[in-house]
């Protein structure tokens, strides 16, 4: 059996939730209609504190979706040099929408300084784009899935607030966030304009994602979702999913959190690998484990890659994330190098990863490395 570690996005509804996508109690949605639809968007509308909700077809497009009801074309969006929105989603709010990014760094432990954004946000000038919203992630992926806790949000509020800023909250993760820091869901987005919650992650449905805010942003991200292709029909059987996630899936993150410290324990314990995570000696905060491969493990001449040949250029060349990935794929165990660092690597725990598989994902990477 394949050990898939390369998202939290690869799960399969479980049993119940196909059960409840089968008796889902449909209609056509893009007149308002289905009734599952509108339970979801009341639903984590309710429990997020927000007035309404807007269910999207994935997390990509309610990021969309969302700035692009923030800021009109010319307009300016603040965001993180290593946030998902400007990183993975294909320059999408600069191509459909005409919004410039403004990118400032973000910090290892996924925040953006104060300071940065306040000088970030434009004077009243004809030359200049405006500002209009500021983005933050939570959890953040590139920064190792990290967590921003409910006084930094606040004080990032606080401050685009002042200055006439909305703020959009990409909380793919958000239930991995509460969960970690053992706070309402709710307490994380109270002050924030905005907020995208994905379906298809750590909670387990096979698609969707759920935009909230006020009854008047909806509104506008209603006509936008329209405009990007997003109006479905009797979607319903698929927000069934993401309500048996609500009820099923939430309180079990947990356990994902837990498998992920194993699995980085694990790592940790292999010569030549190092966990990355944020918390002490490199653990995750979530369910992401980044690491990284030694930059003196070396691929030796007789023990070498797939692929390599005596005499090539790679023979006696240290070992690629590349490399360790295509070892653990012939060790039925997938994990994705980072495209961006060719000694970094990326493994999620899920909903579909027990602990045996930890175990056995471990003993693979011991045996990709012991090649070495």
């Not at 200055?163 to 509460?178: M, P």
């Not at 994380?188 to 992650?201: A, G």
């Not at 099923?248 to 699995?263: E, S």
Request: glycine residues 12%; negative net charge; charged residues 20%.
């Amino acid at each position: 059996m394949v050990i898939d570690l390369r998202s939290d996005t690869v799960t399969r509804p479980t049993n119940g939730m196909r059960e409840a996508m089968a008796a889902a109690v449909v209609g056509d949605d893009v007149y308002g209609e289905d009734p599952t639809v509108r339970a979801l968007e009341e639903t984590m509308a309710d429990t997020l504190g927000f007035e309404a909700g807007l269910f999207v077809a994935s997390g990509t497009m309610g990021n969309l979706v969302a700035v692009l009801t923030h800021a009109g074309r010319g307009d300016e969006v603040i965001i993180g040099d290593r946030s998902h929105t400007f990183l993975y989603e294909a320059g999408g709010i600069a191509a459909l929408g005409g919004v410039h990014p403004s990118t400032i760094p973000n910090y290892d432990d996924g925040t953006l300084a104060l300071d940065e954004i306040r000088a970030a946000i434009r004077p009243d000038n004809i030359h200049y784009p405006r500002s209009r919203a500021l983005c933050l992630e939570n959890t953040h992926n590139r920064c190792g899935g990290t967590v921003l806790d409910a006084d930094y949000t606040r004080s990032v509020c606080d401050l685009a607030h002042e200055h006439g800023l909305s703020v959009h909250l990409d909380g793919a993760r958000l239930f991995n966030a509460s969960t970690a820091l053992g706070v309402p869901a709710s307490s994380l987005t109270e002050p924030i304009d905005s907020v995208m919650i994905c379906l298809s992650k750590g909670l387990g449905a096979p698609v969707g994602s759920v935009l909230c805010g006020t009854r008047r942003f909806i509104d506008g991200a209603l006509r936008i979702r329209k405009m990007v292709g997003g109006g479905m029909r009797q979607v319903g059987i698929l927000a069934a999913a993401g309500m048996y996630a609500l009820s099923h899936h939430v309180k079990r993150l947990g356990d994902d959190h837990r498998r992920a410290i194993r699995l980085a324990e694990g790592i940790a314990s292999i010569p030549g690998l190092r966990p990355l995570g944020s918390a002490p000696g490199g653990m995750p905060e979530t369910n992401l484990v980044y690491f990284e491969i030694a930059a003196d493990t070396s691929n030796k001449a007789g023990e070498l890659s797939a692929g390599d040949k005596v005499g090539s250029s790679n023979a006696g060349a240290r070992l690629t994330a590349a490399e360790l990935s295509d070892r653990l794929r012939k060790l039925d165990v997938l994990a994705n190098p980072l495209g961006s660092n060719d000694r970094q690597m990326r493994m999620v725990t899920h909903l579909d990863v027990g602990d045996s598989d930890i175990d056995t994902a471990l003993a693979a990477l011991r045996s990709a490395m012991n090649r070495t």
